[in-house]
């Protein structure tokens, strides 16, 4: 059982970039898949998720209107899309796998199975 994330990177302010995240070893159908990120000095701070029923997505408000994510089952992959780029979105970003719920889904505790991260810089 094991989540990849991948995608991350260098990117100016203002740019984008495309995060992934593949499961092997079970399927995410059946998942609410979560986005955190954790910079330097910082706590673990919940960003995304997209939930296992019909996909609808929710977001930090200080991401909303600029990541998007999405879900391919068939690819058993999950994508945070990252537009408009701020010098204070550089993290490690983690994705994580779980049975959370709208009223927990921003907690670390409810996701069982999580990615190894993937560092994400945004800086000119």
């Known amino acids: 059982v094991q989540l990849q994330a991948s995608g991350g990177g260098l990117a100016q302010p203002g740019g984008s970039l495309r995060l992934s995240c593949a499961a092997s070893?079970?399927?995410?159908?059946?998942?609410?898949i979560g986005w955190f990120r954790q910079a330097p000095g910082k706590e673990r701070e919940w960003v995304s998720c997209?939930?296992?029923?019909?996909?609808?997505?929710y977001y930090a408000d200080s991401v909303k209107g600029r990541f998007t994510g999405s879900r391919d089952n068939a690819k058993n992959t999950v994508y945070l899309q990252m537009n408009s780029l701020k010098p204070e979105d550089t993290a490690v970003y983690y994705c994580?796998?779980?049975?959370?719920?709208?009223?927990?889904?921003?907690?670390?505790?409810?996701?069982?199975?999580w990615g190894q991260g993937t560092q994400v810089t945004v800086s000119s």
């Open positions: 070893g079970f399927s995410l159908d059946y998942y609410v």
């Open positions: 994580a796998a779980g049975d959370a719920t709208i009223a927990t889904m921003t907690e670390v505790d409810e996701y069982d199975y």
């Open positions: 997209i939930s296992s029923s019909d996909g609808s997505t």
